[in-house]
């Protein structure tokens, strides 16, 4: 019969085939007594891999009765871990609470589900996501939900709710250990079918704990940031609503929380992120605070140490350096009190001052930070009452989203024109290894180094402030590899970089999408160079950048300082891993030189590499120096200046500004690609861990002591508050110097005491026996150490409210893109019609069942660009110059169709007034697409743009 596809219970370890499933989950309660007798008496087959070892090479008794008890061992142990009750006072389960100290323990109850048919995109609003039960199409399978742990590989599963979009679990309920505060759990809805997570979500122990803090400041107001006596607080669990995502790595950390490392999906429209569904729980901490913080504490377990991750590495950095921003903004603060931009701040500022240097006496200078502390304190306390927390950080993270989008949009204040430059390389000889003097696979790889003939650093730095383009040289195009000595290219290619601007840059005569198909030559655009105006002598002040714009002019084309680089590179076997040079040389043509001239061609020879000579070569047979033979062309830009040509040379520029950026951050990553390189990352690996995990508990340090005062935690946020308000009534009563006194007085005491002790003890050998014996922490140094990794770090609310804010600031910085987006679209593209619709698709696997849809609805961005329908994936594959997913030619035979029968009796109500047919000529022949539109205004200019364009005559 051959093998099946089994399954097995992780409950009750009960095994079945695919077809029994369904009957076990009926008859059979999964966990139960009877499921454990009925996997006793069954008589399936349980053939395995240690049962077939012991059959070959049976294992002693003394050995199995060791096994064994060992097994029974760890059993125990489990046990009467998860039978630990908090709230008992008994001295035997102190004892035991001692050996194993947790920091608490979490619950959760998986009540609902709820699976698309489709993922939604990440910056969906969480209303159409949950409202999606009844407007969204579900996908109907075999669920059940896993919830694991980063603490440990124990997991737990609920039941397999079969044959459901909608599976409801019956609010199972799933306890497990909390052993720190940075335990992650994590939730996956499984498909039984294929034992495949079609959704997570994943939250932390941290996160919990903040939304049960803030549940307890909106019930009870103020009296939730009054300290309570330390007892274990009965916490009701919170009701939760959450996405599941998918597109993410199946892990933890960043692997969650980095959208940049999210595995790449066969499914296209599954993007990192994507709202798969969402899943109602009710989840709730309870710390564990009667152990922790009693009479005799026990300290809480640290939080282990992070494997190393580069990712997290930078995480780290980013970290410190906000906190020194926020340092910063202290001293910002002062500037602007005393810098009288607002006067009546200034002014009152400067009255206090003058007022407390007058009255204030000096013996009581040590109350004097109080004055700042308590009210800085109590204004912290304000803010977090009004939800300042999570504000700040969808704020930052929408500030950081809206940043990177602004400064990818460039707004010149003056026009820079853009010429073209023509590359061709037709051939080469005496191309050979210069270590080995052998020939190999030999290419040529095109470049433009905008500061090839500027040799002065500081220059460079300057020019590359100014014009952001110049940060890095830009890959024009690259030749196919032969292995001769004395190669003819017959095959020249874009580069991806020249490839996007052809495609942002529709109407521009040759980069037209219409003359991609078949390219002869390759065109690489040029800007012409900008400088800055002239200023006359006088005392500089720092500018904002519309101040800087306005002080740039058009430089001259001949004064420019970039060249045209051929790069002559091997590409096999040898070079590669023999540690040979890659690259045999280059041949740098100054792009002045070519606009003077108009063009240049010849042979030229291959010099060093980074090379600012131009040495002709000769035809001579007998010359035996490596050569190329280049033709290069120059076309000025228009001399007409145009909406279209101004915004082509916005569009041209910000793709090269976008190339410089990505080539700057991988010239300072952290690995390269040699042997050498891996060789030695994998020599210090471990210094580069610990050098992470110091500079991660540097921060962590840091951002612990600042959420202890800023009432991330309310209750021990006041208790600091009320202790500092008694230190400034102590020092405001007993004048400082006498405070100093004593305390230095008591140190000397407190020495004498324990030397004193020390003489008078009953025999050296009692004596060395108690300095032998380990002291004791006290148990005021516990209560502060547990106190301080009970609270959250940034990077633990960061991670508390990321999706939430991840989504608000996707939402505004589409805000932005879609301006600039309309602009290019009617400036440039003169686009008759654009905007999204849902494109109809086959199903894969579809079949000719007539009783299921065989296609589903895809969300695309269509635009209408004279006499062509172009759709793309997505309105950001459009803004990235990714190619069209499918184009039709509106000529000849073209138009708007009507729906087949069997087309309207697959519609809905709803979607049938929105949808449109249309036909007209595809890649592969006559095609026809149906389109869901937005509304029916959309559907009316689509129209409209289809029979305009379809009756436009050649």
């Not at 012991?54 to 199995?64: L, N």
């Not at 820079?416 to 290419?443: A, T």
């Not at 063009?599 to 490596?626: C, H, K, N, Y």
């Amino acid at each position: 019969m051959g093998w099946k596809h089994s399954f097995q219970c992780e409950a009750c370890n009960v095994g079945c085939c695919k077809d029994c499933q369904l009957q076990i989950d009926l008859q059979i309660p999964c966990g139960s007594n009877d499921a454990k007798d009925a996997l006793k008496e069954s008589l399936q087959n349980r053939i395995t891999v240690d049962k077939v070892l012991s059959t070959i090479a049976p294992i002693d008794a003394e050995h199995e009765r060791r096994l064994a008890s060992v097994k029974q061992q760890r059993i125990t142990l489990d046990d009467r871990r998860r039978s630990l009750d908090y709230d008992s006072d008994s001295d035997s389960e102190i004892e035991q609470k001692q050996q194993i100290p947790v920091a608490g323990k979490f619950e959760v109850r998986i009540n609902r589900a709820c699976i698309f048919q489709r993922a939604l995109s990440l910056e969906t609003n969480q209303q159409t996501i949950f409202d999606g039960t009844y407007t969204l199409p579900l996908r109907s399978a075999d669920y059940y939900v896993r919830v694991s742990s980063n603490a440990g590989s124990d997991t737990r599963r609920t039941e397999t709710v079969q044959s459901s979009g909608r599976p409801k679990f019956s609010s199972q309920e799933v306890v497990m250990d909390m052993p720190h505060y940075g335990v992650e759990y994590r939730i996956d809805v499984i498909d039984a079918s294929t034992e495949k997570s079609v959704g997570t979500t994943l939250f932390t122990a941290q996160s919990l704990v903040q939304m049960q803090q803030d549940r307890r400041i909106e019930e009870l107001g103020l009296n939730a940031f009054i300290p309570v006596p330390l007892k274990d607080r009965p916490e009701k669990p919170l009701k939760l609503k959450l996405e599941l995502r998918s597109g993410l790595k199946p892990g933890f950390g960043t692997d969650y929380f980095i959208p940049s490392k999210a595995r790449k999906s066969k499914d296209a429209d599954i993007k990192p992120g994507s709202v798969s569904g969402w899943i109602a729980l009710e989840a709730c901490v309870h710390e564990n605070i009667r152990e922790l913080f009693g009479s005799a504490p026990v300290e809480c377990p640290a939080r282990p140490p992070d494997s190393l991750d580069f990712e997290m590495f930078s995480v780290h950095i980013g970290r410190i350096s906000a906190v020194i921003k926020d340092i910063g903004r202290i001293g910002d603060g002062y500037s602007y009190m005393v810098s009288w931009k607002n006067p009546f701040v200034t002014l009152f500022s400067l009255i206090i001052l003058i007022n407390g240097a007058i009255t204030f006496d000096a013996e009581y200078i040590g109350s004097l930070p109080f004055y700042f502390i308590v009210p800085g304190m109590i204004y912290v306390l304000y803010l977090r009452m009004s939800g300042y927390t999570k504000k700040r950080f969808i704020l930052r993270e929408t500030q950081a989203q809206i940043k990177l989008e602004k400064e990818a949009t460039l707004n010149y204040s003056i026009h820079r024109p853009m010429g073209r430059i023509e590359v061709e390389v037709f051939k080469g000889k005496n191309l050979r290894s210069r270590e080995l003097g052998l020939p190999g696979s030999v290419g040529c790889e095109i470049l433009w180094d905008p500061l090839r003939y500027c040799r002065n650093e500081e220059t460079k730095k300057e020019l590359s402030a100014k014009d952001q383009i110049l940060k890095a040289h830009h890959e024009v195009a690259s030749t196919n590899y032969i292995y001769n000595a004395n190669p003819v290219w017959n095959n020249i290619s874009e580069s991806a970089e020249l490839k996007r601007i052809r495609q942002l840059l529709p109407s521009q005569g040759s980069f037209s999408t219409a003359a991609q198909e078949k390219q002869e030559v390759i065109q690489f655009p040029i800007l012409q160079p900008i400088c800055e105006k002239p200023q006359p002598p006088q005392k500089t002040k720092k500018k904002n950048k519309i101040e800087e714009e306005k002080d740039m002019q058009l430089g001259s084309w001949s004064e420019s300082k970039d060249a045209l680089v051929v790069q002559v590179c091997f590409k096999d076997v040898i070079n590669r891993y023999a540690n040979l040079e890659r690259v045999l040389g280059e041949v740098a043509i100054p792009v002045s030189k070519l606009i003077e001239n108009g063009e240049i061609s010849g042979w030229f020879q291959v010099l060093e590499a980074g090379t600012t000579r131009v040495i002709r070569g000769s035809e001579d047979p007998g010359d035996e120096m490596p050569q190329v033979y280049i033709r290069l062309n120059w076309k000025a830009p228009e001399v007409k200046i145009s909406d279209a040509e101004r915004e082509a040379s916005i569009v041209a520029a910000e793709e090269l500004v976008r190339t410089a950026a990505i080539a700057s951050i991988k010239k300072v990553g952290w690995i390269g690609s040699s042997i050498n390189t891996i060789n030695s990352v994998r020599g210090v690996g471990d210094s580069i861990q610990s050098v992470q995990n110091i500079i991660g508990k540097v921060a962590d340090t840091l951002e612990t002591i600042r959420n202890l005062i800023n009432f991330t935690h309310p209750q021990k946020s006041t208790l600091i508050l009320m202790i500092l308000i008694f230190l400034s009534l102590l020092l405001m009563i007993i004048p400082t110097r006498v405070l100093v006194l004593l305390g230095v007085t008591g140190q000397y005491v407190a020495t004498g005491v324990t030397e004193l002790s020390k003489s008078r003890a009953v025999s050296n050998k009692e004596h060395d026996a108690k300095s032998e014996t380990s002291p004791k922490s006290s148990p005021f140094a516990i209560w502060m150490a547990n106190a301080m990794k009970s609270i959250p770090t940034d990077e633990d609310l960061r991670r508390a409210f990321f999706w939430e804010s991840r989504r608000v600031a996707v939402q505004e910085a589409n805000k932005v893109a879609t301006q600039k987006r309309v602009r290019r679209l009617e400036r440039l593209w003169k686009a008759h019609w654009y905007s999204q619709v849902e494109l109809r698709v086959a199903s894969k696997g579809s079949s000719s069942n007539t009783t299921t849809k065989s296609w589903h609805w895809k969300c695309s961005f269509a635009v209408i660009h004279g006499r062509r329908l172009l759709l793309w994936e997505s309105e950001s594959d459009f803004d990235e110059g990714h190619p069209p997913l499918q184009r039709i030619f509106l000529s000849g035979h073209a138009g708007i169709a009507s729906l087949s029968p069997l087309e309207i009796r697959d519609l809905t109500g709803v979607e049938l007034p929105l949808v449109v047919t249309i036909f007209g000529r595809g890649s592969v022949g006559q095609e026809k697409i149906t389109l869901l539109l937005p509304s029916s205004e959309a559907k009316e200019g689509l129209e409209d743009a289809v029979i305009s364009a379809s009756l436009k005559k050649e």
